[in-house]
């Protein structure tokens, strides 16, 4: 496989603050690789190094074996949509359509309508009279229309109500099944988004905590609930990454434990439950990954 994205060292500093701290990895062509962690964990930061909108303090960046900086033929691959992106004061959405193709050389119109449709947007009013949601689903539709090789999703669609943001996880499915690219999907939504994702980078005040592939892991952590003694006795000298205790029980999420662990936990009288994605990535982090309680609600 081609390496299409690459992080060597990078370091981003903001006065005092170091906002990335020594990022190393590299990511693949024609994969969906989710770009993970709590909000302000750094992840804007890099996707704007990434995509030459800023600066790196120390380190290297690379995108198609080129630095991105004052690169327009490495650029002109990418599309890059944040959530707060930024529109002219009089552009509508159909301006925004109609100026696309300037910008991104497999812009594909008849399925920048077919979105549009699909999220009924209206074109016709100013990009600043929209909702928050619509104008989510403006830069979800240039995201997807582009058809960039390379193409970055800055939480965008984190204005979308629950079902919007399920429509746009199935189109981006559909899409990239039959126009296979790399995509990066930067979010704290991670229950929602874990299915997409196929690699997996953790960053966590400005630091990569996790760097593996999704499938290995979802599989790679189990939480064994019992009675606390029985718990601590199989646990010693285990990689555990989170405990919690309530009365004589104790819950205990661990790393590492084959099917023949497995077994003898439930001979010892424990409870074992695989981990989903998000609940590892939050014992990693320590905390709640950033979830949006909104995004629960809606999700309820």
């Known amino acids: 496989m081609t390496t299409v994205v690459e992080a060597e060292g990078l370091t981003k500093r903001f006065g005092k603050v170091t906002a990335l701290d020594n990022v190393s990895f590299s ?41 991105p900086v004052e690169n327009a033929t490495a650029l002109r691959r990418v599309c890059f949509i944040k959530e707060s992106q930024v529109y002219p004061d009089d552009f509508k959405g159909k301006h925004v359509l109609r100026s696309a193709p300037w910008f991104f050389d497999n812009w594909d119109a008849e399925f920048a309508q077919r979105l549009v449709a699909a999220f009924d ?11 928050r949601g619509q104008r989510s689903a403006i830069g979800v539709i240039v995201g997807l229309a582009s058809r960039a090789e390379l193409t970055f999703l800055d939480e965008p669609y984190a204005g979308l109500d629950a079902v919007a943001r399920r429509r746009f996880y199935d189109l981006l499915l559909e899409d990239y099944a039959a126009h296979p690219r790399t995509i990066v999907l930067s979010t704290h939504l991670i229950d929602e988004a874990a299915d997409l994702l196929q690699r997996v980078v953790v960053i966590d005040q400005g630091r990569v905590v996790i760097d593996a592939d999704a499938d ?24 555990v ?19 023949e662990d497995r077994r003898a936990a439930s001979a010892a009288g424990l409870e074992a439950a695989s981990v989903s994605l998000q609940e590892l990535i939050v014992n990693r982090t320590g905390g709640r990954a950033g979830l949006d309680p909104s995004a629960q609600e809606d999700a309820a």
């Open 216 to 239: 290995e892991l979802r599989g790679s952590a189990t939480t064994l609930v019992g009675r606390a003694s029985d718990v601590d006795a199989f646990a010693a000298g285990r990689d």
């Open 27 to 67: 990511l693949e062509e024609g994969a969906i690789h989710g770009l993970l962690g709590r909000n302000g964990a750094g992840k804007t930061t890099l996707m704007n190094l990434l995509t030459a909108q800023d600066f790196a303090s120390d380190g290297a960046v690379r995108i198609f074996g080129a630095s």
């Open 121 to 131: 947007v209206p074109l016709d009013r100013k990009m600043k009279k929209l909702s």
């Open 241 to 259: 990454i989170d405990r919690t205790t309530m009365g004589g029980i104790a819950s205990v999420t661990m790393t590492g434990l084959s099917d």
